[in-house]
C-alpha cells in the first residue's frame, strides 16, 4: 500500500514541499491501525518536485529541491514515470494520491484512475464520507433516504474536495433518479472565493462547469454571497471544504434558521482546526440546537441545558480510505470504479441505527474501526463483483468471491487484517 503526495496543498496549510511528508506516514498509520494492513507492506513516498514556497527556498535547513516546482508536462512526465515505475515492481500495488493541489489531482486522477490501481483520497474519500453524512441528514429529518433528491445542498469550497463531493452526491442522485444534469442545475449550489459559481463566470474552472448555475435562479447572480445564498435558497444543507476559518459567521448561521429542513445539517469540513468554517458551539448557539453538525477538525460535543447535547461528529476520512484500499486489495479489482466507492459511502451511512441518528450521530466511534473497516471492505469486494472487476486475492479467486454471502465476504476481510501479535522472546 503507498500513500504519495507531492506536498503542494497539505491541509489547509499549502505548499510544504518535502515537509509533506508526515502526511503519508499518518495516513499509512491509519491503514496498519484501522485495516490491518502489514506495516511491512506499506510505504509512504514524497515526490519532490521543488516548491513554491519562498519562506522554504530561503531556509538553509530545508531539506528539499531548492527550485520551482515543476510545471506542465515536465511535472506529468515524473508522476508518469513514478506510476509506471511502482506498477511494474509490484503490479498488485495500491496507490493513494494524497494532498495534490486542485489542477493536479482532478488531471493525475482522470489519467490513471482506469488504468492503475489508484484513487485521490481528496476527492474520492472527503467525497464518499460527506456523502455518508448527507445522508445521515436525510434520515435525520426522518426521511428515506430516496428524499435525498430533494435536498438543497450549497457547498462552500471549489477544490478538490467540495468539487469531489458535489460529483459524487451528483452520481447518487442520477442513480436514485435517473438525470443527473437535471439535478447538477437545480440541487447543488456552488461558492468559491469570488462568490457563487453561474454560467456568467469568466474561465470557469472545467470541473466545476457542470454546477454552475443559471444567472436569476432563485434571484440570484453570479458572485452572490454566501449569506444571500442561503437567505434565498434556505438550504437543507451548508457544507464547507474552502479552508476559510469563520466564513460561516454569525449572519450566515442564523439564516439557516429558515431551512426548508426541520433539522438543517451545517458540515465545517476544512483542517486544521482554525480552518475550519465554524466551531460547533456557535453553530448550535446560532443556527438553533435542532441543527445536525459535522466537521472535518475535532470539537467536543456541546452542552445545550436541560440535559440536552448537540453532537458533534467527525467527518473524517478514516472511516472510508482504509475500506477502499483493503477491499481493493483483497477484490483484486485492476481499477477502482464509481460504484465500489458509492458502495463504500452507502456502507457506512447504513451503519448507524436509527436511534444514534435521531440524536444527530452520523459516524461510529472511533473504538469500532476495526469493524468499520471490514464492513466497508467488504461492500467494497462486493461491489468489484458486482462490477465484474475482481480477480481475487492469493487462494481466493473470483468465482469464490462471487458464491459468497455478505457474511462471508466480512469474515474474509476480517480473516485478512495484520493483528500486532508478537512471540515472546523469553521461554519458561
Known sequence: MI???????????????????GIPIGKLDMYVAAAGINPQRILPVMLDVGTNNQN???????LGLRQPRLEGEEYLSIVDEFMESVFTRWPKAIV??????????????????????????????TAGVALAGLFGSVRAQGRPLTDFVKQKIVVVGAGSAGLGVLKMAKEAVARMEGNAEQAASHQFFLLDK???????????????????????EYGLTEGSSLLEVVKKVKPHVLLGLSGVGGVFDEEVL???????????????????????????ADAFKHAGENIVFASGSPFENVDLGNGKVGHVNQANNMYLFPGI??????????FISEGMLQAAAECLASYMTDEEIEKGIF????????DITAEVGAAVVQAAVADELAEGHDDIGPKELRLMSKEEVVEYVTRNMWYPIYSPLVHD
Open 3 to 21: 500513500v504519495l503526495t507531492d506536498g503542494s496543498r497539505i491541509l489547509g496549510l499549502g505548499d510544504l514541499g518535502v515537509q509533506g511528508i
Open 56 to 62: 522554504l527556498l530561503d531556509n538553509p535547513l530545508y
Open 96 to 125: 493513494q494520491f494524497e494532498d495534490f493541489q486542485m489542477k493536479w489531482a482532478f488531471q493525475t486522477l482522470q489519467r490513471y484512475r482506469k488504468k492503475y490501481r489508484m484513487f485521490n483520497d481528496d476527492i474520492q474519500g
Open 194 to 216: 469570488n462568490g457563487l459559481v453561474t454560467k456568467d463566470r469568466k474561465e470557469i474552472d472545467p470541473a466545476a462547469a457542470p454546477f454552475a448555475k443559471n444567472p436569476g
Open 254 to 280: 442564523k439564516a439557516m434558521r429558515e431551512s426548508d429542513s426541520p433539522r438543517p445539517a451545517i458540515f465545517a469540513m476544512s483542517n486544521p482546526t482554525m480552518n475550519a468554517e465554524c466551531t460547533a
Open 325 to 334: 484500499g483493503l477491499g481493493t486489495l483483497l477484490s483484486g479489482a485492476h
Open 363 to 370: 459516524y461510529p466511534s472511533i473504538d469500532h474501526i476495526r
